[in-house]
């Protein structure tokens, strides 16, 4: 059974750091691309970051470029993403999602954790 | 960016047929994906590449369309159906974007 595990949100203070990760199990982790997802509070879905299945490429949205990092270690079959000088406009909740790419059809999530909240603010 | 709308929300009855529209500012050929969010769970996958069925998800669910204008359908709607859907497109290059969702109340 696939699952995707979030952990490390909460509530912090804007300008500061935080560090998601996505545990992964039940499947081949270093074959997939990997996703972060966000959602405001009673908002639609934003796409954050994007990785490939070996690291060597990754995507931002505009509003995070500089800021946040996606990363992943294959061997702990594990996904992160490390969220610096945080605003309160990132708070949100964050799933992590697992990425199928097939040609003519794009990419999209077959698979979603349950997500964690992250809350900026003073 | 390509924007995709959806209308904000539907209130139809058990047992009735609902179609659920997402429109796109630009063509994304069959590059488009649906999901049903029930409050407090995560996203769920229904339709990929437009009109392909998810494993494990009822024949009640289809989708349609190609280029900008897409239709997912649920024939007939069930109370367990109660969920915003969204519709998402990846066919050009990132930001691969999402609509704002359509929430589907049973009367």
């Known amino acids: 059974e696939v699952q995707l595990v979030e952990s490390g949100g909460g509530l912090v203070q804007p300008g500061r750091s935080m560090k998601l990760s996505c545990a992964a199990s039940g499947f081949t982790f270093n074959n997939y691309d990997m996703a972060w997802v966000c959602q405001a509070p009673k908002k639609g879905l934003e796409w954050v970051a994007t990785i490939s299945y070996d690291g060597s490429s990754t995507y931002y949205r505009d509003s995070v470029k500089g800021r946040f990092t996606i990363s992943r270690d294959n061997a702990k079959s594990t996904l992160y993403l490390q969220m610096d000088s945080l605003r309160s406009e990132d708070t949100a909740t964050y799933y992590c999602?697992?990425?199928?790419?097939?040609?003519?059809?794009?990419?999209?999530?077959?698979?979603w954790g349950q997500g964690v909240m992250v809350t900026v603010s003073s | 960016d390509t924007v995709l709308t959806q209308s904000p929300a539907l209130a139809v009855s058990p047992g009735e047929r609902v179609t659920i529209s997402c429109r796109a500012s630009e063509s994304v050929s069959t590059g488009m994906h649906w999901y049903q969010q029930k409050p407090g769970q995560q996203p769920k996958l229904l339709i990929y590449g437009a009109s392909n069925l998810e494993s494990g998800v009822p024949a009640r669910f289809s989708g349609s369309g190609s280029g900008t204008d897409f239709t997912l359908t649920i024939d007939p709607v069930e109370a367990d159906d109660t969920a915003t859907y969204f519709c998402q497109q990846s066919w050009n290059d990132p930001p691969w974007t999402f609509g704002g969702g359509t929430k589907l109340e049973l009367k």
């Open positions: 999602a697992r990425l199928l790419g097939i040609p003519y059809y794009g990419s999209y999530c077959d698979y």
